[in-house]
């Protein structure tokens, strides 16, 4: 006698895309007719927990899957992985690592909707896919096995076998084209799919598409839309429809994908233990590939679904929630299952009425905003556009292409540049969601949600540039705080150059941008500490144990900047270390700049900069020791570099000032005399002395002059040249007989050896600003004119003294109160 068959009457599939406002309507209107006693949601079941939180919570959420043991560098390699594969970019609504994934939310998402109402109604409500501790795990075993594959590769090519090595590339390339855990959703929402495949494949991969072209439609996202997304309230359910669509779709696209095999047997392993529990209506919200799969229970065996799932790899998960944003539900984030335009369709789902034309109205004001004029009148002409064009078009509403050329065309009257000022922001309508501070976290999580708190320093989804003074609490605790986080590779903040390029050491300039893969970034920095300050402070230990002269002196500047005085001991030892037995001149001039400004700034938070000082005054002696033979014999090419590392270590000598910088002063007038350096790296250090006032005028142009002599190379002149003139050429507009030496010269050269060096003479003048070229040549066209004789009684100016003794003292105040801030 066989087993007795399961009451499916009560059971009702609603196949649906993951994010879409017709959708969510739809499940939302079927629920309230179903009144189910059980829901079931495709997601991952370690997230049961978690349900009893959804009142809490403003989308855009997600679900965050993590190991419990993730391994160091995946969310880098995850990071990496983006620029991947169309294969890649089509694993669906899964935005994955090789250790954890996100499965998004929104207000408009359908599944989202479900879980409203299975909350506000205490409905038992389960997630039914595929456990993450199986998706995870077999992720992590195939990038495993893809880097041995790559190692196998390498060793073959290594030993000459090349045949092996193409083999398991091979392998390796239809293991990445496999798809993603939910790679048939994926594509059910537009991906583009190549035209060489078959006819059973191309099914497979994008099934929408074929039905889009059954109903005449050349565009699969705008049949979605117009069939599902642009519905109503009242209008009959999609339900039905949609799964006996994807019930043929499915009959002509062959075997499915193992993956997708497994993830709908358990699927239905779940849908069954539901039904034996008693629950007599039930309602599953999934993808609507694979609404089929769970409607027809009875066509698959329990033996074989059993089967599917047997050996399948396990790990240990831990699930929370995460704050989302718009712009990773874009589709132009990467993410498989994401939509084009999320901002439209949380107008969509949230408007009451007119969304036309309150989309329009929201624009014209954003336009004003931006001091574009645009009128009420506008805003009428763009929506009768826009419901003409519909209309036109056969589709039963304006959809976002009408919307987007009304607002081109009558608000911005025609002109692009203007609509591009508005139509991405509202398309996107970038926006955060929260979680509350019940959410399972980890320690460092809470420990910056805290701080975030306490500093009022908010997390947002776009970019936002802060100015902080240093000398206030607050704000000084704010920049130790982007610094710390900095350390741990949570990237919330990066330093920029502040408005106008000028910048004390009393200041900081921030561009903020939280990013969900943060979340992660915070968990898997988790293993350093429990705060973010013990966290950073373990991590730069950690880092300096294995750190380079130059990479030491980096860190310590970065220990300062985060206040980790737990962490600076042990680095300025190693940095002690290192500095006294790295002979490497280039190592120790890297390594000097940033140790530099750490003893200055140092000086300025307050902390001890004697160590540093001496550290550096000591790497300095040594530069000034090894610089004549590091700079002896080199290329132009190397040249070039090292004329980088003369000016960074020019000024790391004048911040320190006092002894050392005489030392460093002694060594270039030294350096200066010899013939045998590089013409660029003699140019250059001429040019630091001629500044400093320690080269006087006929001195410099005896040096020009022996430079660009007749039995010189043009290229080895024009080097010296160039580096004489690096940064800027202002000095030629102020001395005309230094101007002139270089015209006789160039007037000088035969038209083979000018042609040679002038693509040098180029690149020298072309990197000024056009101001100072402008000047330069100002000055060149004088050369060889007489001046004109002045008339002293035309330029004799007669001075009040006692009217201008307050402008003077005024003057000489400012200069005075700007020297002591420099």
């Known amino acids: 006698m066989g087993r007795p068959r399961l009451d499916t009457s009560g059971l009702h599939v609603l196949g649906v895309r993951h994010h879409g406002p017709g959708s969510a309507r739809a499940v939302r209107a079927a629920l309230e007719e179903i009144k189910p006693d059980a829901v079931l949601i495709e997601g991952p079941p370690e997230a049961d927990a978690l349900t009893a939180l959804v009142g809490e919570l403003e989308p855009p959420v997600a679900l965050l899957a993590y190991l419990t043991d993730t391994p160091a560098g995946n969310t880098a390699r995850a990071r990496e992985s983006k620029g991947g594969t169309a294969a890649e970019g089509r694993r669906l609504r899964v935005a994955e690592g090789e250790g954890w994934a996100f499965w998004p939310f929104a207000s408009f998402s359908p599944e989202w909707e479900a879980l409203r109402y299975a909350v506000a109604n205490d409905v038992p409500v389960r997630f039914c896919d595929l456990p993450a501790a199986h998706t995870l795990a077999e992720r992590v075993a195939e990038a495993e096995e893809r880097r041995a594959a790559q190692e196998r590769r390498e060793a073959a090519e290594d030993d000459g076998a090349d045949e092996d090595a193409a083999e398991d590339e091979e392998r390796d390339e239809a293991a990445d084209t496999s798809g993603g855990p939910d790679a048939q959703d994926g594509q059910a929402e537009g991906t583009e799919v190549e035209e060489t495949v078959g006819a059973p494949e191309r099914v497979r991969l994008d099934p929408l598409g074929v039905l889009a072209e059954a109903a005449g439609y050349d565009d699969a996202e705008r049949w979605w839309d117009d069939v599902v997304e642009q519905r109503g309230d009242g209008e009959p359910s999609p339900f039905p429809a949609i799964a006996d669509a994807m019930a043929a779709v499915r009959a ?486 230094l101007l002139g030496l270089i015209d006789t010269w160039l007037l000088g050269l035969p038209e083979e050896r000018f042609t040679v060096v002038l693509p040098l003479l180029r690149r020298t003048f072309g990197s000024f600003q056009g101001p100072e070229r402008r000047e330069i040549g100002a000055a060149a066209a004088r050369i060889g004119r007489a001046a004109p004789a002045a008339d002293p009684a035309a330029v004799r100016v007669d001075v009040d003294v006692e009217r201008a003794a307050p402008a003077l003292a005024t003057a000489l105040a400012i200069l005075t109160t700007g020297r002591s801030h420099t």
């Open 252 to 737: 002509e696209s062959g075997p499915e994908e193992p993956r997708n095999a497994r993830r709908e047997a358990y699927m239905r392993q779940t849908l069954r233990a539901t039904l034996k529990q008693g629950h007599e209506r039930v309602a599953v919200v999934c993808g609507a590939w694979h609404a089929p799969a769970l409607r027809d229970l009875a066509d698959y065996s329990i033996k074989d679904d059993t089967a599917l799932l047997k050996g399948l790899p396990k790990a240990k998960v831990t699930a929370t929630w995460v704050p989302w944003t718009h712009g990773r539900l874009a589709s132009a984030s990467g993410y498989g299952a994401g939509v084009s335009a999320p901002g439209w369709y949380h107008h969509l789902f949230t408007v009451a009425d007119r969304p036309v034309h309150r989309w329009l109205t929201d624009a014209a004001r954003m336009l004003r905003d931006e001091g574009q004029g645009v009128s009420s009148s506008h805003v009428i002409e763009g929506v009768r556009l826009a419901e003409t064009l519909a209309v036109l078009r056969g589709r039963p509403l304006a959809g976002l292409d009408e919307v987007s050329e009304a607002l081109t065309a009558v608000l911005c009257e025609g002109e692009p540049t203007r609509a591009a000022l508005v139509h991405h922001r509202m398309a996107i309508g970038e926006r955060m969601g929260s979680v509350p501070p019940s959410t399972p976290m980890v320690p460092l999580q809470r420990d910056l949600v805290a701080a975030q708190k306490r500093l009022r320093l908010k997390p947002e989804p776009f970019d936002r540039d802060v100015d902080l003074d240093l000398r206030k609490d607050n704000e000084r605790e704010r920049g130790v705080l982007l610094h710390r986080l900095r350390m741990l590779g949570v990237e919330w903040g990066v330093p920029r150059t502040p408005d106008g390029g000028h910048k004390g050491t009393f200041r900081e300039s921030w561009r903020l941008r939280w990013e969900p893969d943060m979340d992660v970034a915070l968990i898997e920095a988790s293993r350093w500490g429990t705060t973010v300050a013990s966290a950073a402070a373990a991590r730069a230990v950690e880092l300096a144990a294995g750190a380079t002269l130059p990479e030491l002196t980096s860190l310590t500047e970065k220990c300062l900047f985060a206040e980790l005085g737990e962490a600076l001991p042990r680095v300025l030892a190693l940095l002690t270390d290192r500095a006294a037995t790295d002979n490497d001149v280039t190592h120790l001039m890297g390594a000097l700049p940033p140790l530099a400004r750490s003893a200055r700034y140092g000086d300025v938070r307050g902390t001890d900069g004697g160590h540093l000082r001496t550290v550096a005054e000591q790497i300095l002696r040594r530069v000034c020791v090894g610089l004549a033979p590091a700079a002896h014999g080199l290329d132009d090419d190397a040249a070039e570099r090292f004329v980088t590392r003369i000016d960074e270590t020019h000024t790391a000598a004048t911040l320190l000032g006092g002894e050392g910088e005489a030392a460093w002063t002694a060594t270039l007038v030294t350096l200066a005399k010899r013939d045998t350096l590089p013409g660029r790296i003699a140019g250059r250090i001429n040019r630091m002395l001629s500044d400093a006032g320690l080269v006087d005028g006929d001195e410099l142009r005896r040096r020009l002059g022996l430079a660009m002599s007749p039995g010189a190379e043009p290229a080895t002149a024009a080097a010296w040249l160039e580096g004489f003139l690096r940064g800027s050429g202002l000095i030629l507009v102020h001395d005309d007989r």
